[in-house]
């Protein structure tokens, strides 16, 4: 477990130096800023690039590298309900976040006695429709939204709510937690904002306030899309960061399209590219041959994060410095865990949870050969409730 460090890999030495010195010495902070009209969180270019915002970052990542955390979800509910029959629609199970979801849920249906059975959207809007009607005429006891906005599927949607079928969203709509437009029982996620932030913050930590990003996003979901936004946004509060490119990859034509549109921002960019963020982890496997090709260093630059969704090989490529070096992983078994939960609470005529699982970073420095991030306590706080 590191409870903190060095946020500035990759930096050298010398500028580290000059991050301490502005740091704490008032006048040049000061005079670094926009001026006491503006609050002390904004700064404009200087020696750092943010200087007060590099503080900032490098403190939240400290504290998001925590591995140590107890557990702080439910430990009460309803005794676990027999006999029920789950569907998990998928937006695409080559989404390593939907399939480690659905990897949770069937894990804790085992374990509670449910039967569960996993539909494949594909990934298209033909597709995902064709999948919810087919997941609504089983008439199952619920049905998982998978990692695709319920809107597209209003229909379907609302064919299951007038058969009183509770839906449960993973990555269904922007919020966690109940949903009256579309009616969901609740949506299972970390806040996008946090990992958005994070992910955002860590770029400035680790590049000492100076980086030319590339984001990577799926704009045809709008999760992700809005993911990106918000990176975007946190990205702009460090003058010292420029994003070079923003670019639409739909997950479905990541293998496809990624190498390409690596290959053609190398040749941009070159040097100039520093740092890279993808909405997803996935990206981040299928550049890895462009990188490759390209005579690029697995350690990096650029160093690449993806705000989510922590599958086992972007742990693998993070232990091994393999052109990533940090993810913001979703604890995908436990919310598995969590949407089996949240169902038997519908179930018993119970409110949902109202847990959110808090945000992580997993980084070179505090991965230790791990394969996913499970926060410890919950498989034996659900046992315990169900009486499992």
């Not at 590298?65 to 789950?86: H, M, Q």
């Not at 959207?121 to 919810?132: R, S």
């Not at 799926?218 to 670019?247: H, M, Q, R, W």
């Not at 350690?299 to 993070?318: H, L, M, T, V």
């Amino acid at each position: 477990m590191h409870g903190t460090r060095n946020a500035t890999t990759g930096v050298p030495r010398a500028r580290l130096a000059t991050c301490v010195l502005l740091l704490t010495t008032a006048t040049v902070l000061a005079g670094c800023e926009r001026g006491s009209q503006s609050g002390p969180e904004e700064s404009t270019p200087g020696p750092n690039g943010c200087p007060a915002v590099h503080a900032r970052a490098q403190a939240m990542v400290s504290r998001a590298e925590l591995t140590d955390v107890s557990w702080n979800g439910p430990t009460s509910g309803p005794p676990a309900v027999s006999g029920k029959t789950i569907v998990y629609v998928a937006q695409t199970m080559t989404n390593p976040g939907v399939a480690g979801a659905a990897d949770g849920v069937r894990a804790a249906a085992r374990v509670i006695g449910w039967n569960v059975r996993v539909i494949d959207g594909g990934g298209t809007p033909a597709g995902i429709q064709a999948a919810m009607s087919q997941a609504v005429a089983l008439r199952p006891s619920g049905i998982v939204i998978g990692g695709f906005d319920p809107n597209s599927t209003l229909q379907q949607v609302s064919r299951a709510n007038a058969a009183h079928i509770p839906l449960i969203g993973w990555h269904a709509v922007a919020a966690p937690g109940p949903s009256r437009r579309p009616e969901l029982f609740t949506n299972v996620t970390t806040r996008v904002e946090d990992v958005a932030d994070i992910s955002a913050q860590w770029i400035i930590s680790n590049s000492g306030g100076h980086a030319g990003v590339v984001l990577m996003t799926d704009a045809s979901i709008p999760f992700a899309k809005n993911k990106s936004e918000l990176i975007k946004e946190e990205l702009a509060t460090c003058p010292g960061v420029e994003l070079l490119a923003y670019e639409n990859i739909p997950i479905p034509d990541a293998s496809s399209r990624t190498p390409r549109v690596i290959a053609s921002l190398l040749s941009r960019f070159g040097t100039t590219w520093t740092h890279s963020v993808a909405i997803n982890d996935l990206y981040f496997a299928d550049a890895a041959p462009a990188f490759r090709a390209a005579g690029k260093k697995g350690s990096g630059p650029p160093f690449n994060i993806g705000a989510g969704d922590g599958d086992p090989s972007a742990f693998q490529r993070i232990n091994n410095s393999q052109y990533q070096s940090a993810t913001v992983p979703e604890p995908l078994s436990l919310q598995g865990w969590q949407i089996i939960d949240e169902f038997n609470r519908a179930f018993s005529a119970r409110p949902a949870s109202g847990y959110v699982a808090p945000v992580h970073i997993t980084t070179t420095d505090n991965s230790h050969g791990a394969t996913a991030w499970d926060p410890s306590g919950y498989r034996e706080a659900y046992r315990k409730i169900w009486g499992k």
